[in-house]
């Protein structure tokens, strides 16, 4: 495996088990704590978590075959979309589906050749990144919302995400 490969993995398996020692806290009560997004509250923001990955595993093919964005994309309505379908679901099955998903990411990950983590596209966002950004966009959101549902419980947070490019 390539130095940069296992960076990617030291972060995306960090970052992981911070999430994962800050949804073990979420209580019954806590589910509908309200998250800094006002319109989620912690299940919403963890089954937005569940469904993330697998667009950013998307957006990596999407990458790689030099496809363009869908005409009219809007990242915010598919989130939204994406939260609701995910309503009923409990705790357990969106950790359940967390674990899936990353399973599925390390497998393309390591599939990747560096020249193919240099791939370059839009992200859902609207900026610029690389095959190898998006996975470490992966870890960054995940550590970010992690903090806000960390904070939806009163948990402590040294250092917040920065959101550099």
Not at 29 to 40: G, I, K
Not at 42 to 70: C, N, S, W
Not at 137 to 154: N, P, V
Request: hydrophobic letters at 40%.
């Amino acid at each position: 495996m390539t130095n940069r490969k296992q960076r990617i993995h030291t972060e995306l398996a960090q970052t992981r088990a911070y999430l994962l020692a800050i949804a073990g806290q979420i209580g019954p009560e806590q589910v509908v704590a309200t998250t800094e997004n006002p319109q989620w509250n912690v299940h919403d923001m963890l089954a937005h978590l569940a469904i993330a990955e697998r667009g950013l595993q998307a957006t990596v093919q999407r990458f790689l075959a030099g496809q363009p964005l869908p005409e009219g994309f809007s990242l915010d309505h598919w989130n939204q979309r994406q939260v609701e379908k995910q309503k009923e679901r409990s705790v357990a099955d969106l950790l359940a589906s967390l674990a899936a998903s990353r399973i599925d990411t390390l497998a393309l990950l390591d599939n990747l050749s560096d020249e193919q983590l240099a791939v370059r596209g839009l992200h859902p966002a609207g900026f610029e990144t690389s095959v190898g950004g998006i996975f470490r966009i992966m870890a960054r959101h995940e550590l970010d919302h992690g903090q806000e549902i960390a904070l939806a419980l009163g948990l402590p947070v040294e250092k917040r995400v920065q959101w550099s490019r």
